[in-house]
C-alpha cells in the first residue's frame, strides 16, 4: 500500500493530518489523526460533545448525528472495512441506515470518551467527503427579463454573422437565454433537511439586503463582455458585464454579504477574497452537452476534452455591447440542472430587494 500525505484538514477548528490509502487505484478510506497540542483524549471528547449530545443510557453512552445518505458509503468503506476499523479502534458500535433511506448514524460505547472519540472520526471523515460531492445549488441574481433576452439574442445572431470563420465559435456554446444569471456562490445541498436549511439562512439575509437597497429594486445595466484567462485566442467562458446604474457598489456589496453569511453558517467554502460576479454568455462546456452548467469558477475545467474558442474578433468588435438595462428585485438559491415554468432554474428559496 502507498501512503498519501495530503494537506492538513481543519473541522471546526481543530487541525487533522489526512492519510488517504490506496490499493489498486480504489480509494478505500481516510484514516484522520488530530494534530494539536498534547491533550488527553478526554479533552477531544468533551469539546466533541459540545457538537452533539451524547445521553447515558442503561447499557453506557449514545449519540447520533445527521449525516446525509450519499455520504454512508464513506463510513462504511470498502467492504464494511472503514465501519468495522472505526468500532475496534473505538470500541463502540455505529449504526448506519440503508443506503438511499434519510436518517441518522447512531454511536453507542460503554463510556462517553469512546463515543467522543467515534464522534470525531465520523465527523471528520462526512466533513472531508462532503467537500467532494458536486454542487447541488447555487446563489443567483437573475437576468432573464426580457430585454437582457433580447439584447442577448441580438448579440448571439451579429456574433455568429461577424465571427463564426473564428476557430470554436459556433451556436452551441451560447448561453440559453432563458438561464442568463449571475453566480453569487455554490453549495452541495446533499438531502431536503439541507435544502431546507439553506433557504432558511437565506432569509435571514432579508434584512440586510433590504437595508443596502433602501427597500427598491436594484436599476442594472448590462454591458460590455470580458474573459478571465490569459489567451484572448483561446477561451472557454466569455462573460457580460453588469454595473449598477448609480455606479454604485450595493450589488457587490449585497454579493459579499450573502457569501460571507453562508460561509459562516457552513454552507458554502470562501472561493477567492471578492466575489467575481460573472453572467456567462458563451461556455465551451455547452457545445458537447447543451445541459451542462457554469461552475461558478474562474478557470478552465476538463481543459484538455474542452475545444477554446477564439474570442479576439468577438472582442474587438463587441467589448462595449450593450445587452440593456433592468430592475433586479431578488436573490435566488437556484437548482442545479432544473427549470420552472419560465426557463429558470428551479428556486429552492428567494429574498426580494423591495
Not at 16 to 22: F, G, L, P, Q, S
Not at 170 to 181: A, R
Not at 330 to 344: K, N, P, V
Request: glycine share 6%; aromatic share 8%; proline share 3%.
Amino acid at each position: 500500500m502507498d501512503v498519501l500525505r495530503p494537506p492538513l484538514l481543519n473541522i471546526n477548528g481543530r487541525i487533522y493530518r489526512r492519510n488517504i490509502i490506496k490499493e489498486e487505484h480504489y480509494e478505500e478510506e481516510e484514516d484522520f489523526s488530530y494534530m494539536g497540542a498534547a491533550e488527553s483524549e478526554e479533552l477531544v471528547a468533551d469539546e466533541i460533545c459540545d457538537l452533539h449530545q451524547i445521553e447515558q443510557t442503561d447499557k453506557g453512552y449514545r449519540s447520533a448525528i445527521d449525516v446525509p445518505s450519499v455520504l454512508y458509503k464513506y463510513i462504511i468503506g470498502k467492504k464494511g472495512e472503514t465501519r468495522r476499523r472505526l468500532e475496534s479502534d473505538t470500541k463502540t458500535s455505529i449504526s448506519i441506515p440503508k443506503q438511499g433511506v434519510e436518517g441518522q448514524i447512531v454511536i453507542t460505547g460503554s463510556t462517553r470518551s469512546a463515543v467522543s472519540s467515534a464522534l470525531t472520526r465520523v465527523e471528520v471523515l462526512v466533513e472531508s467527503f462532503r467537500k467532494k460531492q458536486p454542487f447541488t445549488h447555487f446563489l443567483s441574481f437573475p437576468l432573464n427579463d426580457s430585454n437582457i433576452q433580447e439584447g442577448f439574442l441580438r448579440f448571439k445572431e451579429e456574433v455568429l454573422q461577424k465571427c463564426s470563420q473564428d476557430h470554436g465559435v459556433e451556436e452551441s456554446i451560447f448561453q440559453n437565454p432563458l438561464k442568463l444569471h449571475l453566480t453569487i456562490g455554490t453549495v452541495a445541498l446533499l438531502n431536503d433537511i439541507e435544502v431546507q436549511r439553506a433557504s432558511e439562512h437565506l432569509q435571514e439575509c432579508q434584512s440586510f439586503i433590504r437595508d443596502i437597497t433602501e427597500g427598491k429594486p436594484l436599476p442594472l445595466e448590462v454591458a460590455g463582455i470580458e474573459y478571465m484567462n490569459d489567451d484572448p485566442g483561446m477561451v472557454d467562458v466569455l462573460y457580460a458585464k453588469v454595473h449598477v446604474k448609480d455606479k454604485s457598489d450595493k450589488l457587490q456589496e449585497i454579493a459579499e454579504r450573502l457569501v460571507e453569511h453562508f460561509v459562516s453558517a457552513g454552507l458554502m467554502a470562501r472561493e477567492w477574497d471578492r466575489v467575481k460576479l460573472h453572467a456567462t454568455v458563451m461556455n465551451t462546456l455547452f457545445r458537447k452537452d447543451s445541459s451542462a452548467e457554469d461552475s461558478g469558477g474562474t478557470g478552465r475545467q476538463n481543459a484538455s476534452e474542452r475545444e477554446a474558442f477564439d474570442a479576439r474578433n468577438i472582442l474587438k468588435e463587441f467589448g462595449a455591447y450593450r445587452f440593456g438595462a433592468f430592475e433586479l428585485n431578488a436573490a435566488h438559491l437556484s437548482q442545479r440542472y432544473s427549470s420552472d415554468c419560465s426557463g429558470y432554474y428551479t428556486s429552492a428559496g428567494s429574498v426580494s430587494f423591495s
